[in-house]
């Protein structure tokens, strides 16, 4: 089919229809949380006891009571209900990268023909989906169907809206009928436990008695694409895909810097205003939205949470997007990669700690060379970072990231880490034995008495790095767009745990030979930040020179998913898992399993797609341009080279077509890793010679005769 879109039709076909927008007084009185089952809300209608029972487990970590379930159960229904609820669902997070959810019914039938509404403390509490064809990684076989769904009191029960009805979602956890955890949660709820323990062995020595619990805390800046969906439905790479797997660079794409921080398009704010309060109602606290650097890229940012709590919002504000963008004939492109050339998409998953007394524990204050509290946690993370920079590349492996990942637009795959120059000025004189900072906080002249003199901070930004201090937070800069952040936070967690114990151990060791506490904190940051500095880089991650340097200092270069992911299951790892207590070796090994099998199926499907489209649309509508030009029946030089130019090129696809059939119906082997590397070694490198032919064919072929909506119109037209 010829690409026959009128591109001046497809910018004016979305309409307003049934968008009402809350003034910001309802947003901070009336709709923030409004469909939330919050603790307030709980108050009201559980009796003092049984509240009491219920924040203990919520805000305290306490074993769940389960003889409130019933009590509770009745004022999650009911309120459910007064919300427009028909139905509830168990809503987790399988090991797709997704969420899941199976809904039933609060209507019961009763023996004389009358029906009752029901939802008793049982069906709160537990669930039993099938688990059979969920990935499992081998924990489970596919005739062993049972799981279970076990509620999470610390993630509040919230309302899904659609267009005729509502639903109950209740936050769980996802485990087989052998006990093994089957989704993302449950490792993540572990670790929370495992960091909470070891921070609070740490402030016990810095004489905190206080303070009784330690919750890692994040906020999540999400990276996407919008593009109309008439486009989009005419692109079967993308609808199969989520990526462009052809596509020549159009004249303009992002070098004139002017799209980001940009003005936002109407259509777009719209959009954005839409989902927002939407989110708002879910009570996600959402902070900052804004164009990103390639056209068609936009940004949202939500204010810290914890990360339990994050990291499920953080799965609902993709949900959102998705469906709203479709209310205004657009479509959220969530892949790292969707468009070559351009900037691709993460993830920032900006992570700390924080007490129960609301203490920072990675806030600097205004004179960090005397905060030794705050130095040996960032000595612990220094140590983690280096010590572990296998599974901070593996967390954040795919096929869809590796598109990403090194290229001048986000961090590359050498993990490192950002102090600032005021920070690694402290460390550096603690190892000189010197102390203090030379590095001094002052304001900053613009040049008019106009403007006001800004504050000026000690240090920089650097967004090429992987691993930056921002201020009072870690920004972990090379999550995927697609990807969920629980693994990503349960890996931070779970190695902060590690190096936190390790300080504290070699603490507690020079306490106990009679050392004061003073000196034992500073022989012990000099010592693991003599041990651990190879890892600080606040340079260009992107530079030749830094992978030179990296290689020189002995860090790892994982460059490739697959070079990652098998990194998984060594000794070390699994050792750090099961000793915390987050994820057992048959559960570790599960995930590797699943991560081999998901980035084999996801190249698979690409490669299938590719010499289809190829074969059926592309070189049909090359052949076709080609008799038009060969049937013109004149002779000039510039016609026959033309002409031939476009048969030599046609040739190459057809021939590149031939090579790629081969390589898919190759497959790799029985196993999922063999097949896993067959994708990497020989189906991308045979998909990239189809797409290099096609991408010149659409340089040479007639506009009239090109199947696909071009970049050009997909990154521009909204």
Not at 40 to 56: D, G
Not at 194 to 208: H, I, S, Y
Not at 365 to 389: I, S, W, Y
Not at 534 to 548: C, K, M, P, Q, T
Request: net charge negative.
């Amino acid at each position: 089919m010829a690409n026959n879109v009128d591109v001046s039709t497809v910018a004016r076909n979305w309409r307003l229809d049934g968008v009402t927008v809350p003034s910001p007084s309802d947003v901070v009185n009336e709709v923030f949380a409004s469909d939330v089952l919050t603790m307030e809300e709980l108050r009201q209608r559980l009796s003092k006891p049984v509240w009491k029972s219920l924040l203990a487990t919520t805000e305290r970590g306490a074993t769940l009571d389960p003889a409130i379930a019933d009590t509770v159960a009745l004022a999650m229904k009911t309120w459910a209900m007064e919300k427009g609820a028909t139905h509830y669902t168990h809503w987790f997070q399988p090991l797709t990268g997704l969420t899941a959810e199976k809904h039933d019914s609060f209507v019961t039938p009763t023996s004389d023909g009358s029906a009752i509404s029901q939802f008793s403390g049982k069906e709160l509490i537990q669930g039993e989906p099938d688990a059979s064809s969920l990935p499992s990684g081998g924990l489970r076989a596919t005739f062993e169907a049972r799981g279970y769904t076990a509620w999470d009191p610390t993630s509040p029960a919230f309302i899904m809206r659609h267009s005729n009805g509502a639903t109950l979602c209740i936050p769980t956890a996802f485990a087989s009928w052998t006990g093994e955890a089957l989704d993302n949660k449950t490792p993540l709820m572990r670790s929370m436990e495992c960091v909470n323990t070891a921070a609070l062995r740490a402030l016990r020595l810095f004489g905190d008695q206080e303070s009784q619990r330690v919750v890692a805390t994040v906020g999540v800046e999400q990276e996407y694409f919008l593009i109309d969906e008439e486009f989009y439905f005419r692109r079967p790479d993308l609808v199969m895909s989520g990526r462009t797997l052809f596509g020549a660079q159009p004249p303009k794409g992002q070098e004139l810097e002017d799209h980001y921080f940009g003005s936002i398009p109407d259509r777009v704010l719209t959009f954005m205003t839409d989902a927002e309060h939407q989110l708002y109602a879910l009570g996600i606290p959402v902070k900052t939205r804004h164009n990103e650097v390639a056209p068609g890229q936009f940004e949202i940012a939500p204010i810290f949470e914890q990360a339990n709590i994050a990291a499920d919002h953080q799965q609902l504000l993709m949900q959102v997007f998705k469906n709203t963008a479709r209310k205004y004939g657009m479509v959220c492109l969530l892949h790292e990669k969707p468009f070559a050339g351009v900037n691709g998409s993460g993830k920032h998953v900006n992570w700390s700690m924080s007490t129960d007394t609301g203490n920072n524990l990675l806030e600097p204050g205004d004179t960090p060379q005397d905060n030794m509290q705050f130095l040996f946690f960032c000595a612990a993370m220094v140590k983690a970072v280096d010590d572990h920079q296998d599974l901070l590349r593996t967390c954040v492996a795919s096929a869809s990231n590796d598109h990403r990942l090194g290229a001048n637009e986000a961090p590359p795959a050498i993990m490192s880490m950002f102090l600032g120059e005021q920070l690694t000025d402290i460390f550096d004189r603690i190892l000189s034995g010197r102390g203090g900072s030379s590095k001094k906080a002052g304001f900053l002249g613009l040049g008019t008495q106009v403007l006001p003199a800004l504050p000026q901070h000690t240090g920089d930004r650097n967004r090429t790095s992987p691993f930056a201090f921002t201020g009072n937070k870690f920004e972990f800069r090379a999550v995927g767009s697609s990807q969920s952040v629980s693994f990503p936070i349960t890996v931070l967690n779970v190695i902060a745990t590690d190096a936190i114990n390790d300080l504290s151990h070699r603490v507690e060791k020079r306490l106990k030979k009679g050392q004061a506490l003073e000196t034992a904190l500073a022989d012990v940051v000099k010592e693991v930040y003599a041990a651990h500095k190879r890892i600080l880089f606040n340079g260009d991650g992107y530079s030749a020179e830094w992978h030179r340097e990296a290689a020189e200092r002995g860090l790892l270069a994982l460059r490739t998913a697959i070079d990652a992911i098998e990194t998984l299951v060594s000794s070390k790892n699994t050792d750090l898992f099961s000793s915390n207590n987050v994820l057992s070796a048959r559960e570790l090994e599960a995930r590797q399993e699943v991560m081999f099998e998901q980035y084999f199926k996801t190249v698979n499907i690409e490669g299938e797609t590719t010499e289809w489209i190829a074969q059926t649309q592309i070189l049909p509508s090359a052949m076709r341009s080609l008799r038009e030009m060969t049937a013109i029946g004149v002779s000039l030089p510039a016609i026959d080279r033309a002409t031939a130019q476009l048969a030599e090129v046609t040739n190459e696809l057809a021939l590149a077509i031939e090579a790629l059939r081969a390589q898919n119906n190759e497959l790799g082997g029985d196993t999922v890793h063999s097949k896993a590397h067959h994708m990497l070694a020989s189906v991308l490198p045979a998909m990239q010679r189809v797409r290099k032919a096609a991408d010149s064919l659409e340089r040479l072929a007639a506009y009239d005769h090109w199947p696909l909506p071009s970049y050009r119109e997909m990154l521009f037209v909204k």
